[in-house]
């Protein structure tokens, strides 16, 4: 199952906290465990500026998960998006590949 617009109601009522990565993960991880039975499907979308080794770097991170890679260039070319399908065994492990893309991406856009 794929949480779309329940995920994206719970982004957006995030942002509009300021932000605290610990408290972050804490709200995501009861939403995630609140919203399916694990494992399950999980759908990781994240935006960066459209740089081919940036691109490599996201999709470095997911080699070993068998995931389906989709990715769009923004109408003007300068930004990509990758919409990321992978099986996921628990909340602990989605939190995981968030933090380790916003450690090694610069200027990623997870959403």
Do not use: C, R
């Amino acid at each position: 199952m794929y949480f779309g617009a329940v995920y994206l109601h719970f982004i957006f009522t995030l942002m509009s906290t300021p932000p605290n990565p610990e408290e972050f993960y804490k709200k995501l991880k009861a939403q995630l465990l609140d919203t399916a039975l694990w494992p399950t499907a999980y759908l990781y979308k994240f935006i960066v500026i459209s740089d081919k080794e940036k691109i490599k770097q996201i999709e470095v991170i997911f080699n070993h998960l068998g995931a389906v890679i989709e990715t769009k260039a923004s109408k003007n070319g300068k930004y990509t998006s990758l919409s990321i399908h992978v099986n996921m065994k628990n909340p602990d492990a989605v939190i995981e590949i968030y933090k380790e893309v916003a450690e090694k991406v610069e200027g990623v856009i997870s959403l």
